[in-house]
């Protein structure tokens, strides 16, 4: 099951009463937001994307158009605070020889399961 974290309450709240698991099993954030919680993601979105190139922002658009696409992700919402390229950052990164350290566990870790 894949849920989206801006979404999360509604999501799960779904999937629990689907499987019959309202009463039985409680799903949480671990680390919840209060309102400035939009504007903080915001401010970090736009410090990093600032960080990039268009093209290269374009470039990981392509390679994750999957995520971008079953989340409902604009692109213009991410291209709009990279840079032109004027020799000051590459167009293109290749990634290809860099190994993925995350795992499952990390996956999950904003995600706390426990008993009502």
């Given at each position: 099951v894949i849920v989206k974290m801006e979404t999360f309450n509604r999501d799960t709240d779904f999937?629990?009463?689907?499987?019959d698991l309202s009463g039985v099993v409680s799903l949480t954030k671990?680390?919840?937001s209060n309102g400035n919680q939009k504007k903080k993601v915001n401010n970090l979105t736009e410090s990093l994307f600032s960080q990039l190139s268009k093209n290269m922002v374009k470039a990981l658009f392509e390679k994750y158009m999957i995520d971008f696409e079953m989340f409902e992700y604009d692109i213009s919402d991410y291209v709009k605070y990279a840079s032109e390229s004027k020799g000051i950052m590459p167009d293109v990164m290749d990634i290809s020889?860099?190994?993925s350290e995350a795992t499952e566990e990390d996956a999950f870790n904003d995600v706390n399961i426990s008993e009502p």
């Open positions: 999937i629990l009463s689907q499987r671990k680390h919840s020889d860099i190994e």
